[in-house]
Nanobody, 125 residues
Framework: QVQLVESGGGLVQAGGSLRLSCVASGLTFSHYAMGWFRQAPTKEREFVAAITWSGSDTYYADSVKERFTIARDNAQNTVYLQMNSLKPEDTAVYYC??????????????????WGQGTQVTVSS
């Protein structure tokens, strides 16, 4: 059974930082690109960041570039999202997702095979 488990969410003040983690099990982790998406109340789920199976390339939404960093540790089956300079508009449930390496449209949620349950990030002003 494939399972993605996010952690690291919480409540922070604007300008603060959080590091999200996602631990995967039940799949060959190095065969999957990994992505982070987020969904705020009343909004559609949106792409945040992605990293290729080897970690050789990363991709970011314009709204988070220069503030967020995605990384992976294939030995630990874990992907991270380091979030700095957080803004209230970053408040959302953040989801980890896995896309088999044959799927390469990393910006599109439907390209991902598996999803975690999400972790809440709340940024206060």
């Amino acid at each position: 059974q494939v399972q993605l488990v996010e952690s690291g969410g919480g409540l922070v003040q604007a300008g603060g930082s959080l590091r999200l983690s996602c631990v995967a099990s039940g799949l060959t982790f190095s065969h999957y690109a990994m992505g982070w998406f987020r969904q705020a109340p009343t909004k559609e789920r949106e792409f945040v960041a992605a990293i290729t199976w080897s970690g050789s390339d990363t991709y970011y939404a314009d709204s988070v570039k220069e503030r967020f960093t995605i990384a992976r540790d294939n030995a630990q089956n874990t992907v991270y999202l380091q979030m700095n300079s957080l803004k209230p508009e970053d408040t959302a449930v953040y989801y980890c997702a896995a896309a088999h390496y044959t799927r390469r449209d990393y910006y599109t949620a439907r390209q991902y095979n598996y999803w975690g349950q999400g972790t809440q990030v709340t940024v206060s002003s």
